[in-house]
């Protein structure tokens, strides 16, 4: 779990995806050579932040998103939001801007006229525009990982486990998911017309409902706020039954992933969300059982070698 601490500790917001990818170009450089199979790594202007990986044959890929959610300060000590994160008060904040390293918190406030406002707290201004994350407060028990950026440090991770036995398929590490995508149209591109790879898993987590809990296994989507093609998703559920490995079936009606991005670009992709669920979404406690990681990473290594 050294590995997806650190990951979740890296400041990289949407439209700063930078650090993530610099952090994991330096651990495949290092760590690659003892992989199975020795990927070709792509990156460059033409996927700008995104990296891809491809392995021997592949037909099918893995999308994992590098950004997280956090806050550009506005004017004053305004924040606004980057994609949907709690601003309950006490959050903890950090950042960096010219004059030097920022920790701050979070501040509700309502104005004369009845509006509500969020915050920092302060003794100086900071920079307009800096980026805010969350503070990150590992924990860490026998059943339980908690900490902020599991969404979507923990898809990364996941990806890179299963890129130590992968002979054959292609990983894509995107950006903007938080802020509804815009990479993956051209990283769908990009694979379809250089290898005719049209199946897809979304690394990402979800969230415990009613109907989705904590440790009884990997959630396979069957819809959330965009409904990937039955026929496809049949297939991956028929395939996890024969694997053994715990998972549950979600339906939901709001939320989405890169799966919707995929969906809607001009290239026919069959794309399924499959994540372990996370509690306390979008917090700093973001908080996810060990059996359904592991359930996770089992499966995804199972469908790469079967789809």
């Known amino acids: 779990m050294e590995l997806l601490k650190t990951l979740c500790s890296i400041h990289a917001p949407s439209g700063n995806e930078g650090p993530v990818k610099d952090f994991l170009l330096d651990y495949i450089s290092k760590n690659s050579s003892n992989w199975s199979t020795q990927p070709e790594?792509?990156?460059?202007?033409?996927?700008q932040d995104c990296i891809i990986l491809k392995f021997g044959t592949p037909k099918t890929a893995i999308f994992a998103h590098m950004d997280s959610i956090g806050f550009t300060v506005r004017y004053g000590k305004e924040l606004i939001k980057i994609g949907g994160p709690r601003t309950n008060d006490g959050i903890k904040l950090i950042g960096k801007d010219n004059i030097g390293d920022i920790e701050?918190?979070?501040v509700n406030y309502e104005d004369e006229k009845g509006n509500k406002h969020f915050e920092y707290v302060?003794?100086?201004?900071?920079?307009?525009?800096?980026?805010l994350t969350f503070k990150p407060n590992w924990r860490e028990n026998k059943d339980f990982v908690q900490c902020c950026y599991m969404d979507n440090r923990l898809g990364v991770w996941n990806a890179l486990e299963v890129a130590k036995t992968l002979e054959n398929g292609v990983i894509c590490f995107s950006c903007w998911e938080e802020v509804g995508g815009g990479s993956v149209g051209y990283l769908g591109k990009y694979i379809y017309e250089k290898w005719n790879v049209r199946q897809a898993l979304i690394s990402d987590i979800t969230w415990v409902t009613d109907g989705v809990?904590?440790?009884?296994?990997?959630?396979?989507?069957?819809?959330d706020s965009g409904i990937p093609r039955r026929k496809y998703v049949n297939n991956i559920i028929s395939l996890a039954k024969q694997s053994g490995?715990?998972?549950q079936i979600e339906v939901e009606s709001s939320g989405g992933s890169d799966g919707?991005?995929?969906?809607?670009?001009?290239?026919p992709f069959d794309w399924c969300f499959i994540g372990a669920p996370e509690d306390h979404v979008h917090s700093p406690d973001e908080k996810v059982h060990k059996s359904?990681?592991?359930?996770?990473?089992?499966?995804y290594k199972y469908l790469m070698i079967h789809l």
Not at 292 to 299: H, K, S
């Open 213 to 223: 809990k904590h440790g009884e296994g990997v959630a396979i989507s069957r819809r």
């Open 41 to 47: 790594i792509i990156v460059g202007d033409e996927i």
């Open 260 to 267: 919707n991005q995929l969906q809607k670009s001009s290239y």
């Open 292 to 299: 359904d990681i592991n359930a996770m990473v089992a499966l």
């Open 122 to 131: 302060l003794d100086r201004d900071i920079d307009r525009a800096t980026e």
């Open 245 to 247: 490995i715990p998972f």
């Open 104 to 106: 701050t918190e979070i």
